[in-house]
Every structure is written in structure tokens, then in C-alpha cells.
């Protein structure tokens, strides 16, 4: 299985998720937990399914180490911070510290993936410059 599937595996994990949350608080009308369903949403399917189609348009982008890193990073603090978020709207104070560290393995997967973007079209930029250069000759 490639990386893209993965993430699309995983996206749709998530909004299977998002989608029962919204009918559980839409049906019992509590919607305390609507932060949590709109992180759901956003960081698990809108972000992994985009990190899966980036991944099948551009596989190059996404191999390697650092790959490996933001894709470990990012299934490990998403799902940490939103039981911690949930827990905390819950009134479990205690929790607050885990939230802000989910928060930072988020916020930090995400900086080494824009990384790799940014390296890559970078990189790509510099070939088609030179293969503009060398077929102008």
C-alpha cells in the first residue's frame, strides 16, 4: 500500500467519525462537543485526504525520512489532542497540558510537511529553469 492510500484509509476513518459526531449532537442537541467535531473534520479528513492526493500527483514529495516523521508525528498528536480536547470540554482540567502538546506534534508534523513541500517545488523549479535555460539555446 502506497502513502496515498494510507492517508486516504485514514481520512476516511476520520469522517466516518466527524459525520456520526454531527448526527449524535445534531440528534440529542448537545453541542458541547463541537470543537472536537470541527477538529475532526479539518485535521483528519480535509488533511489527510489532501496529504493523500498531494501524495498521488507528487509521490516525490513524500518519501523518505522526513515522510516518515510528519506522517508518524501527525497520527500520533491528532488524535492525542482531540481526546484531550474532549475530555477538557468535558471538565477535565487536568488534561490542558496534553491538549497543548497534541497541539505542538501537530503544529510541528505540519512545518516538516510544508518543509517538504516548499523543498520540492523548489527543487522542481530549479529543473524546469534549467531545462527552460537548455532548450532556449
Not at 8 to 23: E, I, K, P
Not at 50 to 58: D, N
Amino acid at each position: 500500500m502506497n502513502a496515498s492510500q494510507v492517508w486516504f484509509r485514514l481520512a476516511s476513518v476520520y469522517f466516518a467519525v466527524g459525520v456520526w459526531m454531527g448526527v449524535v449532537m445534531g440528534g440529542s442537541g448537545d453541542h458541547t462537543l463541537l470543537p472536537v467535531h470541527a477538529h475532526i473534520n479539518l485535521l483528519g479528513w480535509v488533511s489527510m485526504a489532501l496529504f493523500g492526493l498531494i501524495a498521488a500527483v507528487r509521490p516525490d514529495l513524500v518519501a523518505g525520512r522526513a515522510a516518515r516523521v510528519h506522517f508518524w508525528a501527525y497520527n500520533l498528536g491528532v488524535p492525542v489532542m482531540l481526546l484531550a480536547l474532549a475530555l477538557r470540554i468535558k471538565g477535565v482540567t487536568a488534561v490542558e497540558p496534553v491538549i497543548g502538546a497534541g497541539s505542538v506534534v501537530v503544529g510541528l508534523s505540519v512545518l516538516i510537511y510544508c518543509a517538504m513541500l516548499l523543498k520540492g517545488a523548489r527543487a522542481r523549479g530549479i529543473a524546469q529553469a534549467s531545462t527552460l535555460a537548455a532548450t532556449s539555446r
